[in-house]
């Protein structure tokens, strides 16, 4: 299966639900999506609009891949279960966030080139990444957990830097 989660922020991310919903038919696995406030409605795929937390970590768990924004509390629990995350950030731009600190966060995974954190800013790239992920499969389990500790710091370094 592969969750795709836009996560709770009251703005639409109608950008990754309608590209997820047309690509749908050519992935070769489950999809499942978490709608939140978005007002896209998927014809392709199953979705739900809001879950609690325990019921979004068991749909992590028994993921493939996680498809999602570049929320912190997403990107750590994929490290923690070993999944593999492909990130699409939010934009202000687009009216999908405040600011840009998905952006930021995404820039920031991408140059620690982790095996298991994949990094998109166009939708259009989706297909071809989510096809490429699955191909691949996991990465060796005893590389995530050392992966999970450099994550952290990488995130607890992010903080410091943007406070100062």
Known sequence: ??????????????????????????????????????????????????ISMDIAIEYIRKSELVVSHAGIGTIILCKEYRIPILILPRRKAMEEHMNDHQLEIAQVLEKKESEDIHVLYEEN????????????????????????TNLIKTIRDFIKTTRS
């Open 1 to 50: 299966m592969i969750f795709v989660t836009v996560g709770n922020d009251f703005r639409s991310f109608d950008r990754l639900l309608k590209k997820m919903d047309e690509i749908a038919p050519f992935i070769p696995s489950e999809i499942l999506i978490q709608t939140g406030y978005s007002r896209y409605v998927p014809q392709n795929t199953k979705h739900v609009d809001f």
């Open 125 to 148: 790239q989706l297909k071809e990444n989510i096809l490429r992920i699955l191909k691949e499969g996991a990465s060796d389990p005893s590389q995530k957990v050392a992966g999970k």
